[in-house]
């Protein structure tokens, strides 16, 4: 494919690799994510989580419905983003940015953007059941940026190709 006038890019053995395990992962994440927002973080969920934190019951109750619409507008976003990783066999650079983004970003939050707190209320209502979506998703995203990354530092292009100038 040539890019402007004088570049080319070829695909490497590990571009193909890369774009069919973004799309696999893609379709987990998606899943998971959905799990997560909607079948672990319930309105309990969260009532737990801010009873852990120190809020009263009460307060609890009050407060967990505004989060909860907040938390799944999120999970929405990247529900959709995720979805969107499905295009990676599609092989457009834009696609390997959108990945990256939505995978940086979700592999964070068990590095600290969601406190532990949430972890906790999720094993108190659902049982260890309930960190699978965020373990297999958060967890999965943190690899499979891993390794977007080191294909991006190893070739200097988006899905492992090859420039000839």
Excluded: K
């Excluded at 309990?44 to 907040?70: C, D, N, Y």
């Amino acid at each position: 494919m040539t890019i402007g006038r004088h570049v080319t890019r070829t695909p490497t053995p590990w571009t193909r690799r890369l774009q069919v395990l973004t799309a696999v992962c893609s379709v987990v994440f998606t899943t998971g994510t959905v799990l997560h927002g909607w079948l672990v973080i319930t309105p309990e969920t969260l009532e737990a989580m801010m009873r852990l934190s120190g809020r009263t019951a009460e307060q609890a109750a009050a407060e967990a419905p505004g989060f909860l619409v907040a938390f799944r507008a999120v999970a929405v976003l990247y529900v959709i983003g995720n979805a969107l990783g499905v295009l990676a066999l599609r092989g457009r650079p834009w696609t390997f940015w959108l990945a990256l983004l939505v995978n940086v970003t979700q592999a964070a939050g068990p590095m600290g953007m969601i406190p532990p707190v949430v972890y906790r209320a999720a094993v108190d209502t659902h049982g260890v059941a309930g960190l699978l979506p965020t373990l297999i998703t958060d967890g999965g995203a943190l690899l499979l940026s891993a390794a977007l990354i080191a294909g991006f530092l190893r070739f200097r292009t988006a899905w492992a190709h090859r420039t000839d100038r």
